[in-house]
């Protein structure tokens, strides 16, 4: 389903700016073909796993917001908010959904 319909013009990756920061979005996080940290990116968007998940690896915050479909197997049903903070900070937050 990922890669149907109206998802398949999207482009698997990509790259965008949030206030100072470059945040990499991405359905696939194994399929990212360059090192976010390397690249100065302060954070990588992703999905596909459904998983709920706000991860630090070295300088890179890594997001997965979950999903906020038909539950997946013992998953939550969640959804993710990306806050950009007065003092410029990037803040994921996450949200599970009571269903």
Known sequence: ????GILADLPLHEAVEVGEHLVHITHIQEEIDLDPET???SMVIFGHTHSPVIEQRGSVTWFNPGSVGPRRF???????FLHLEEDG???PE???LDV
């Not at 389903?1 to 149907?4: E, I, Q, T, V």
């Open 1 to 4: 389903m990922d890669y149907h």
């Open 39 to 41: 690249a100065e990116m």
């Open 74 to 80: 013992s998953l939550p049903v969640s959804m993710g």
């Open 89 to 91: 900070t990037l803040r």
């Open 94 to 96: 996450l949200i599970e």
